[in-house]
C-alpha cells in the first residue's frame, strides 16, 4: 500500500527549479527519517537525500545534488519537501519518497516504504 503522496514534478527547463512534496497519509512524519530517492530510464534507483527524525534534523545529500537541492520538513503540513534549482538533464528521473519508519531514525538506507513516485523531466 502506498504510505506517501508526492507532487510537484513536471516538465522543467535545464537551469530551473522545482520543488518536490512528499506527504503522509497514515504516518506523523516528524518522527521518522525521511528519504527522497530517484530512478533515471535505464539506471537504477539512487538515494537523493535524507532528513533525519525532527529531534536531530540532520540533512544528507548525495554528491551529485549537493549545493543544488535542499530536503526540508514542515512539520505542521506533515509534509517533506525536495528544493531543487540549477536542474540539469541528468536530474531526469522518476522521484521517490520513502522511509522505514522507525522511531526517531536517523538514517534513509533501509527505507521499504514507498510513495507511487512523481516524473521529473529536465528538458528544453
Known amino acids: 500500500q502506498v504510505q506517501f503522496v508526492e507532487s510537484g514534478g513536471g516538465l522543467v527547463q535545464p537551469g530551473g527549479s522545482l520543488r518536490l512534496s512528499c506527504v503522509a497519509s497514515v504516518f506523523t512524519l516528524r518522527y521518522y527519517a525521511i528519504g527522497w530517492f530517484r530512478q533515471a530510464p535505464g539506471k537504477e534507483r539512487e538515494g537523493v537525500s535524507c532528513?533525519?527524525?525532527?529531534?536531530?534534523?540532520?540533512?544528507s545529500y548525495a554528491d551529485s545534488v549537493k549545493g543544488r537541492f535542499t530536503i526540508s520538513r514542515d512539520n505542521a503540513k506533515n509534509t517533506v519537501y525536495l528544493q531543487m534549482t540549477s536542474l540539469k538533464s541528468e536530474d531526469t528521473a522518476i522521484y521517490y519518497c520513502?522511509?522505514?519508519?522507525?522511531?526517531?531514525?536517523?538514517?534513509?538506507?533501509?527505507?521499504?516504504?514507498w510513495g507511487q513516485g512523481i516524473q521529473v523531466p529536465v528538458s528544453s
Open positions: 532528513i533525519s527524525s525532527s529531534g536531530d534534523g540532520t540533512t
Open positions: 520513502a522511509s522505514d519508519f522507525v522511531p526517531y531514525g536517523s538514517s534513509c538506507s533501509m527505507a521499504d516504504k
